[in-house]
């Protein structure tokens, strides 16, 4: 499966952004969905997965509250909605695909490119 991530950009802090993560290939309602972001100079980190259907969902403590995940198998799409934003949200968002509920970014196989986020103080 191919990921394209889209929907970042600039954005004061405590407003609101919508990433969305478009899938190709006909097998995307069989794997599940995950976000993860990378701030410079630190690892990549987990921020939200969601399961094959879409009925269960985690997120990191960090965005809990703030962050939400959801699919759209009919049209292959995964999104992620993030309000309340704060300037420790600035990152390059990669959307990806695994065959696990993880946190281990190892655990997913299929990586979009990342669209940057960046939080103004």
């Known amino acids: 499966v191919q990921l394209q991530a889209s929907g970042g950009g600039l954005v004061q802090a405590g407003g609101s952004l919508g990433l969305s993560c478009a899938a190709s290939g006909r097998t995307f309602s069989s794997y599940i969905m995950g976000w993860f972001r990378q701030a410079p100079g630190k690892e990549r980190e987990f921020v939200a997965q969601?399961?094959?259907?879409?009925?269960?969902?985690y997120y990191a403590d960090s965005v809990k509250g703030r962050f939400t995940i959801s699919r759209d198998n009919a049209k292959n799409m995964v999104y992620l909605q993030m309000n309340s934003l704060k300037p420790e949200d600035t990152a390059v968002y990669y959307c990806?695909?695994?065959?696990?509920?993880?946190?281990?970014?190892?655990?997913?196989?299929?990586w979009g490119q990342g669209t940057q986020v960046t939080v103004s103080s």
């Open positions: 990806a695909a695994g065959s696990v509920m993880s946190r281990r970014a190892n655990d997913y196989n299929y």
């Open positions: 969601i399961s094959l259907r879409g009925t269960i969902t």
